[in-house]
């Protein structure tokens, strides 16, 4: 039955993406043509490193340093990856893309895409397949050999050499100037047209989009030091005013926009998820893959989960349309930010594996892995996203935090038999800072000592924890910089990681695997102050003391201050609860009972959790392809949203008291 947390089998929905055939089988972008080999010359000393190789590439190719710097920025924000290539088979500080040389080596871990209803397993793997020719790839997959050839250079060079990679993007970008017919002028304005050819997109609402990031970019300036310690700098140009009609000569297609909900900031298409009857494996009725609502007239939209599709672009959108596979309301492409669009905001979508939170929610899926960080969010993945969100969140008045802004790892299971099986996207390497920032919403002191709140915040290049897992279990993973934080039973690193008795019944230890989420705090989140010692902090935190180390030198939170939930007095033990279910005297005839079964968590006298919302407890009834009979059941019952661990929760606002923290 449709609505029941525990009714449908998501296995039994799952289907495989074949990666390397649908690249295959995409239609190839315009080629960008024109551009005068380099000699080969061996480079000058000046670009070992990052900032001398820009300067480098700028006066060979005779290509502005500062369009150079631009581009490398939204495309990697001049990481190197260590060499390591994106989900599209982008490599370096430029994104050069080799997307045959990057399947045939098979860098990212087994793929197909996640299923985001939320059974045990992660991911359904994918078939091997073939690997396409080069000819069958889009040019967009494919921008490195073009640049191997435009320089004269190794394709291994232009993939593990920053000088080189940042030589080959120079390459390719006055390819694209002299294809326009434009001179290879020195004023960065005159560039626009090639900048958003680099960017492989085949229509012009993406392009534009890609090329006014850029130039946004430079307008702004930015500074940075890189995942190699190299200290970046581009200078702001605030006057600078780019010839976006050069983007009509380009060639490219108009993409329709359909019935798509997006901001005009962003470029988004209409890939529509199927809503059609048909008969299940056993011949019984059935239908896929999301529901028909009202929202927000019907049920209030209160929040906006962050996913990462665990599979690369043309596979999942293949999967989206699948009507016998689930659904989520919109896709980002790595390589530029291009948003499709699958479900409407006022439909609920099958995206969290949590039917109140799939409710009350829309989804969002990045394409990317979050055990290979190095798949790259890439620079223009996130700001699309961000106007994406803040463009939701003004239409839906959604608060702009993390109680309301959720990783799909901070859905709750809805009962104590799911909690194992809940999802860890986008992992601890998903930057939230950063995300927060596009947001306008960075995350920073508000409050003194006293204030009785943390926001988690650490900085992200300089946090740097040990995990496993990421290729083989129990294989340390990279090191690489991170937004979560790790959280012990007492004030010192070789103490015991935190227990979740809900994701481990047994009592087994938390461990230090990626997906592992039992002891980890997350960037943005907050927590409630329960004791200080030295450089170390402890929160309340599933139940427990948790301590985690917060030197004064380089913090992982800043204080806050805010409301938060504790028992009632005379009350031993408060349950917390995975979903906000109204009481069964609010069902009416005709609609089965939704039982309100707490989890093997509580909240104990003298604890204090973080408070989001106060909701009414609410259940959408969807059992059939006929919308006739839906209904959205609303009882007397009040819940406040809590953050209770890694995830969040529920709890009854009979069973609490709320205060100012710090009191």
């Known amino acids: ?179 326009l017919g434009k001179p290879l002028s020195g004023d960065p304005a005159d560039w626009y047209g090639a900048v958003a050819r680099f960017s492989g997109a085949d229509d012009e609402a993406t392009a534009a989009t890609y090329a006014n990031d850029v130039f946004a970019v430079i307008r702004d300036g930015e500074r940075r030091t890189t995942d190699a310690g190299q200290d970046v700098t581009l200078r702001p140009e605030p006057g600078l005013r780019p010839d976006a009609a050069q983007l009509k000569r380009a060639g490219l297609r108009k993409a329709p926009k359909g019935e798509t909900e997006c901001p005009r900031t962003v470029s988004c298409e209409w890939i529509p998820a199927p809503y059609e009857e048909f008969k299940d494996p056993n011949g019984n009725p059935d239908y896929g893959n999301h529901d028909l609502a009202d929202r927000p007239k019907s049920q209030s939209i209160d929040s906006i989960v962050i996913h990462d599709t665990e599979g690369r672009w043309e596979g999942v959108l293949n999967l989206v349309q699948d009507p016998t596979y689930v659904s989520w309301q919109y896709t980002l492409r790595s390589t530029d930010g291009h948003i499709a669009q699958h479900v409407k905001a ?77 999802h860890t996207d986008p992992g601890p390497y998903w930057d939230w800072q950063h995300y927060f920032t596009l947001l306008g919403k960075p995350f920073k002191r508000t409050a003194g000592k006293g204030g009785g709140l943390v926001t988690v915040a650490p900085e992200y ?37 935190i227990k979740d008795i809900g994701k481990r019944p047994g009592g087994q230890d938390s461990t230090i695997d990626v997906n592992d989420t039992g002891a980890r705090l997350s960037t943005g989140q907050q927590y409630a102050v329960a004791d200080r010692k030295g450089d170390w902090t402890a929160v309340w935190y599933l139940g427990q003391k948790a301590w985690f180390k917060n030197p004064g030198k380089q913090p992982t939170a800043v204080a806050a201050t805010g409301l938060v939930v504790t028992p009632k007095a005379g009350t031993t033990e408060v349950p ?88």
């Open 1 to 179: 039955m449709r609505g029941s947390d525990t009714a449908r089998t998501p296995s039994a929905r799952r289907r495989t993406i074949r990666t390397a055939g649908a690249l295959a089988s995409a239609g190839l972008l315009v080629p960008l043509l024109g551009a005068a080999p380099s000699s080969g010359a061996p480079r000058p000393a000046s670009a070992d490193r990052l900032q001398g190789a820009f300067a480098a590439a700028s006066a060979e190719y005779r290509v502005p340093q500062s369009v150079l710097l631009g581009v490398s920025y939204l495309q990697s924000r001049w990481d190197a990856h260590g060499g390591a290539a994106s989900v599209t088979g982008g490599f370096g500080p430029m994104h050069l893309t080799d997307a045959r040389a990057a399947l045939a080596s098979a860098p990212h871990p087994s793929e197909g895409t996640e299923d985001p209803r939320g059974d045990a397993s992660r991911r359904a793997l994918a078939p091997k397949t073939a690997i396409p020719e080069e000819s069958r790839l889009p040019a967009r997959l494919k921008t490195l050999p073009r640049a191997a050839e435009l320089t004269g250079r190794p394709a291994a060079e232009l993939r593990t050499d920053p000088a080189a990679n940042v030589e080959g993007g120079a390459a390719l970008l006055a390819a694209a100037q002299r294809a």
């Open 346 to 422: 006022k439909d609920v979508a099958w995206h969290a594996g949590n039917w109140y939170v799939n409710s009350k929610s829309i989804g969002l899926e990045h394409e990317g892995f979050l055990t290979a960080p190095d798949t790259w969010y890439t620079e223009a993945m996130y700001r699309t996203s961000a106007r994406l969100v803040k463009y939701l969140a003004k239409k839906y008045d959604i608060p702009l935090d993390r109680q309301h802004i959720l990783g799909h790892d901070n859905v709750q299971g809805t009962l104590a038999s799911t909690i194992s099986g809940m």
């Open 461 to 497: 290049a300089k946090n740097r924890p040990e995990y496993t897992g990421c290729v083989k279990p129990g294989e340390t993973c990279v090191p690489h910089g991170s937004a979560a934080v790790r959280v012990h039973t007492e004030p010192r690193d070789d103490a015991p990681l």
């Open 576 to 663: 917390v609860y995975g979903r906000a279910y109204p009481e069964k005297e609010a069902y009416p005839e005709g609609v089965p009972v939704q039982a309100v079964s707490p989890l093997p968590y509580k909240i104990l006298p003298g604890q204090q959790y973080v408070v989001g919302d106060k909701v009414p407890g609410e259940y959408f009834y969807a059992p059939t392809f006929d919308t006739a009979p839906h209904k959205v059941v609303r009882g007397k019952d009040m819940y406040y949203v809590i953050q209770y661990g890694h995830r969040i929760g529920y709890v009854r606002a009979a069973d609490v008291r709320v205060e100012r923290s710090g009191s």
